[in-house]
């Protein structure tokens, strides 16, 4: 939990940083560096630990993706047209939801190597497919014409400027009742799920739960997978651009 916790600070100032960094640096050079310095390395952290000092420096480097995070954002609603962004955010929903389906292997590899060295032997081919991914990333993304504009017309960094623009746009945010409703659920669904994704695999294995041995507990998250990419499938396509505010409540309240 305490590990989790100092992920999830790092995340936030992360993300505010990453803010300041996309308007500085333009959005795709932001995302690309931060990517580089947190994935790769994290992996090979997890991979060769010794102890939990390894799990705590390993957490802290694999989160500073998250200064990435708003020029990942950036890029893709100033690089997808408008019409098509609901059909595209869907098809990424589907890649990342897709990648539980690979699982089961998981599961073999603890059952074949055990859960240390199985685990040892996942981060390894992390390493490996996400050079391989940010190589083909960097060759092929390219920069918004919002973000070349923001590198052009930087203006000097002055740190009570960056205050105020982070202040404008919590006054938005408030003042917007959408908005701002949206933003409290966002949270509330975000808290629960880092509960869930922290404590259920302990839950699992644990005897006065549900006590699955290390190699089963990758039939839940598989599933959540089948089931969200089955909803993606079937019942996304059906929702109008003109009933997303009405429906986004229902569905967020029903799940």
Known sequence: GLVVSLGIAVQAIGTIVGGVMADRFGHKRTL???????????????????????????????????????????IFIEGTPKEKRANVYAVLQMVF?????????????????????????????????????????????????????????????????????????AL??????????????QILVAFALVMWNTYTPVYLIDKNGIGLTESEI??????????????IVIFIPKIKESDFKNSCPRKTFFS
């Open 172 to 185: 938005s945010i408030k003042d917007r009742y959408e908005l701002f409703w949206f933003s409290i659920v």
């Open 32 to 74: 690309m560096i931060f990517d580089i310095i947190s994935f790769p390395p994290a992996m090979l952290i997890f991979a060769f630990a010794q102890n939990v000092w390894w799990f705590v420096a390993g957490t802290i480097v694999a989160n500073l993706c998250m200064v990435g995070f708003p020029s990942w954002h950036c």
């Open 218 to 231: 990758w039939i839940f998250p598989f599933i959540f997978s089948l089931v969200m990419i089955s909803i």
């Open 97 to 169: 939801n897709g990648a539980s389906l690979f699982l089961p292997i998981a599961g073999l590899f603890i059952d074949g190597f055990g859960l240390v060295k199985g685990c040892r032997a996942m981060y390894l081919v992390a390493f490996v497919s996400m050079i391989a991914a940010l190589f083909y990333r960097g060759r092929n993304l390219k920069e918004t014409e919002e973000g070349e504009k923001s590198v052009r017309n930087k203006s000097p960094y002055k740190f009570s400027d960056e205050v105020e623009k982070f202040k404008k746009a």
